[in-house]
């Protein structure tokens, strides 16, 4: 080996504990994606994590995974509490300021602490997701349906329980940008009018069938003859002279004797 020149300085490179290391590495591979070409504690190995551990930052912060536990609070109406979503997106929020720190020690060492809210899974998850949960909560056609939404029965209600169940749960459990879509287009079908045809006027009855011709009776023939003795007969006749006189043209000539006898 060659000789140092006589002013060579060693400086001594400050490396994080072997403890904080070994759990920035797992906590960066689990929530970043990130990972190392060795995982031993070296210079090296630390400005390679450092650099990547930046650069995913700077990649979720553009995809503004720190707004948004800020754009969820703007849609606490449809919510309560302080559901997992909201948790994970706060913990997103505190982790990617945290890695904000300049100094390479200081930055593992925030990586190392970093709290998932509710797991580290959904904290992975969320931060993937950012983008499209950002859209999502943007998604100013489908949350001013929703509001419409609010105080009716029926599938209007189902809705809004949907709409809820979505942003209380983790994006693990429930992505959010294509729920937030389905549940708008069902939102804007319940506001939809329904089309109701104009009434039609009602149908007229069709005429009766016309009367069967009576039978033609020559005129000045007679249609009926009759004889009674007396009044109880008459009345007895007063059906069939009733009928006789339906006869087209028919016409009564009523002639009567009393006698003394």
């Known amino acids: 080996?060659?000789?140092?020149?006589?002013?060579?300085?060693?400086?001594?490179?400050e490396l994080p504990e072997e403890t904080t290391w070994q759990r920035a590495l797992a906590q960066a591979g689990k929530l970043l994606g990130?990972?190392?070409?060795?995982?031993?504690?070296?210079?090296a190995n630390l400005n390679e994590l450092v650099a990547k551990?930046?650069?995913?930052?700077?990649?979720?912060?553009g995809e503004r995974?720190?707004?948004?536990?800020?754009?969820?609070?703007?849609?606490?109406?449809?919510?309560?509490?302080?559901?997992?979503r909201l948790k994970t997106a706060r913990a997103a929020e505190n982790l990617l300021a945290a890695l904000q720190t300049q100094p390479p020690v200081a930055l593992v060492k925030a990586m190392a602490d970093a709290k998932p809210g509710t797991s580290l899974e959904a904290l992975?998850?969320?931060?993937?997701?950012?983008?499209?949960?950002?859209?999502?909560?943007?998604n100013e056609m489908a949350f001013g349906s929703f509001k419409l939404l609010e105080g009716r029965p029926g599938?209007?209600?189902?809705?809004?329980?949907?709409?809820?169940?979505?942003?209380?749960?983790?994006?693990?459990?429930?992505?959010?940008?294509?729920?937030?879509?389905?549940?708008?287009?069902?939102?804007?079908?319940?506001?939809?009018?329904?089309?109701?045809?104009?009434?039609?006027?009602?149908?007229?009855?069709?005429?009766?069938?016309?009367?069967?011709?009576?039978?033609?009776?020559p005129i000045g023939a007679t249609v009926a003859t009759g004889a009674a003795t007396s009044l109880a007969e008459l009345d007895a006749d007063r059906?069939?002279?009733?009928?006789?006189?339906?006869?087209?043209?028919?016409?009564?000539a009523l002639t009567w004797t009393v006698t003394r006898s």
């Open 124 to 138: 992975s998850r969320h931060l993937a997701d950012a983008a499209s949960i950002a859209r999502a909560l943007e």
């Open 155 to 217: 599938e209007a209600a189902l809705v809004l329980e949907e709409v809820r169940k979505a942003l209380e749960a983790d994006e693990l459990l429930v992505p959010l940008a294509p729920r937030v879509a389905e549940l708008g287009q069902r939102a804007l079908d319940v506001l939809r009018p329904v089309h109701v045809p104009p009434a039609q006027p009602p149908v007229a009855a069709p005429p009766p069938p016309p009367l069967a011709p009576s039978p033609q009776v």
């Open 239 to 252: 059906d069939r002279i009733a009928e006789a006189l339906k006869a087209p043209g028919a016409k009564l």
């Open 34 to 43: 990130v990972s190392t070409s060795g995982k031993a504690r070296n210079p």
């Open 1 to 13: 080996m060659g000789k140092l020149p006589q002013d060579a300085r060693v400086v001594e490179v």
């Open 53 to 61: 551990v930046r650069a995913c930052r700077d990649e979720r912060l």
């Open 65 to 84: 995974a720190a707004a948004i536990a800020s754009l969820l609070a703007q849609r606490a109406e449809f919510f309560s509490g302080e559901p997992a």
